[in-house]
Antibody, heavy 121, light 110 residues
Framework: QVQLVESGGGVVQPGRSLRLSCAASGFSFSNYGMHWVRQAPGKGLEWVAVIWYDGSYKHYADSVKGRFTISRDNSKNTLYLQMNSLRAEDTAIYYC??????????????WGRGTLVTVSS | QSVLTQPPSASGTPGQRVTISCSGSSSNIGSNTVSWYQQLPGTALKLLIYSYNQRPSGVPDRFSGSKSGTSASLAISGLQSEDEADYFCAAWDDSLNGWVFGGGTKLTVL
């Protein structure tokens, strides 16, 4: 069955960096677009970034553009999110989610359980 | 402040029918499809409804979706205790050039 398992979260000081990973299994990872979505404590969901199936296209929410980088290693079935210049407002649970198509589809059909990132001094 | 507006809470008794609304604009719900997700405590989000009213295999037909203009709704009929969860709506936004979500609705089964 499809599984997405995030890791790499933790407590980090403002201005520092962190890299999240999402290990995929149970499907052909290289055939799907992938997303990062986050949820601040007690808040709703916020889409962060998308990467196409082959890594050729990446797109970011304005709130993270220039600071976060999404990438993937199809040989390792793993999605990444490099987060630089972290701010307190980046504190959230970060979820990876699978797109329904290789590029940008109309919905996310599978989600991971998330990894918590806390930005605090 | 979420781009799509949902009521923060909803409730019903077992067997009842409950509706959760999701209000947007012409740049998101008005021109793109809506999907709904269920978040049970401590579990991964689950796709419930896509393309306004389609259900993935395994989702009971008690769950249904609809759209009217710039709003969408999720209806749950024959409410069960295991339906107690948070529910989120989502759509692509042409103006923001990104995905937007509702703030979530916490459903309580009384």
């Amino acid at each position: 069955q499809v599984q997405l398992v995030e890791s790499g979260g933790g407590v980090v000081q403002p201005g520092r960096s962190l890299r999240l990973s999402c290990a995929a299994s149970g499907f052909s990872f290289s055939n799907y677009g992938m997303h990062w979505v986050r949820q601040a404590p007690g808040k709703g969901l916020e889409w962060v970034a998308v990467i196409w199936y082959d890594g050729s296209y990446k797109h970011y929410a304005d709130s993270v553009k220039g600071r976060f980088t999404i990438s993937r290693d199809n040989s390792k079935n793993t999605l990444y999110l490099q987060m630089n210049s972290l701010r307190a407002e980046d504190t959230a649970i970060y979820y990876c989610a699978r797109d329904v198509v290789p590029t940008r589809g109309d919905y996310f059909d599978y989600w991971g359980r998330g990894t918590l990132v806390t930005v605090s001094s | 402040q979420s781009v799509l507006t949902q009521p923060p809470s909803a409730s019903g008794t077992p067997g009842q029918r409950v509706t959760i609304s999701c209000s947007g604009s012409s740049s998101n719900i008005g021109s793109n499809t809506v999907s709904w997700y269920q978040q049970l405590p401590g579990t991964a989000l689950k796709l419930l409804i896509y393309s306004y009213n389609q259900r993935p295999s395994g989702v009971p037909d008690r769950f249904s979706g609809s759209k009217s203009g710039t709003s969408a709704s999720l209806a749950i009929s024959g409410l069960q205790s295991e339906d107690e969860a948070d529910y989120f709506c989502a759509a692509w936004d042409d103006s923001l050039n990104g995905w937007v979500f509702g703030g979530g609705t916490k459903l309580t089964v009384l």
